[in-house]
T-cell receptor, first 114, second 113 residues
């Protein structure tokens, strides 16, 4: 168990809709990252939040946005859903121990866009 | 460009046999390397990581990996595979102090009794 939870586990949306995915981290984990894992692929970095501020972004359009809250929860929002957004979305939280980040992944939310 | 290559898409071994999963990386700075395992329908579990020091790293579940800078490799090994090791294995590289990991495409391990 990593102590990172995600909701919902599965979600079906239609093209053009908006979706919000949620993640709850362990207490003290002040960094959260989101990844998209398409079927048969490795996870791809979407963005990272550190102390409620975006701290780096991968090659994803602005319709992918996020929020991080003081209670160690966070959200990934995707607007104007496209078919290619169908994937497993993983959040990962981390803390710094001796200057070395240790990252813990949640079980993911599987999104299907029809 | 920064990248991770896992040349083997699918590997099949017999239970009790040894295992080596290959990982090659391309990274401009000092690489920090990770191996994760993903069981069907699950998230990623950290097996081991290399930041510095001894180039042979021990992880959980009897796995180890060796960092070879000259070959830009970080291969994962296990001396005797168990049926429960069947899963997808991902190698990843990233900079220190961030979580912006770059993952390979994974190697699916199948274990026969």
């Amino acid at each position: 168990e990593t102590g990172v939870t995600q909701s919902p586990t599965h979600l079906i949306k239609t093209r053009g809709q908006q979706v919000t995915l949620r993640c709850s981290s362990q207490s003290g984990h002040n960094t959260v990252s989101w990844y998209q894992q398409a079927l048969g692929q490795g996870p791809q970095f979407i963005f990272q939040y550190y102390r409620e501020e975006e701290n780096g972004r991968g090659n994803f359009p602005p319709r992918f946005s996020g929020l991080q809250f003081p209670n160690y929860s966070s959200e990934l929002n995707v607007n104007a859903l496209e078919l290619d957004d169908s994937a497993l979305y993983l959040c990962a939280s981390s803390f710094s121990s001796d200057g070395q980040e240790t990252q813990y992944f949640g079980p993911g939310t599987r999104l299907l866009v029809l | 460009a920064q990248s991770v290559t896992q040349p083997d898409i699918h590997i099949t071994v017999s239970e009790g046999a040894s295992l080596e999963l290959r990982c090659n990386y391309s990274y401009g700075a000092t690489p920090y390397l990770f191996w994760y395992v993903q069981s069907p329908g699950q998230g990623l579990q950290l097996l081991l990581k290399y930041f510095s020091g001894d180039t042979l790293v021990q992880g959980i579940k009897g796995f180890e990996a060796e960092f070879k800078r000259s070959q830009s490799s970080f291969n994962l090994r296990k001396p005797s595979v168990h049926w429960s090791d069947a899963a997808e294995y991902f190698c990843a590289v990233g900079p220190l102090h961030t979580d912006k990991l770059i993952f390979g495409t994974g190697t699916r391990l199948q274990v026969f009794p």
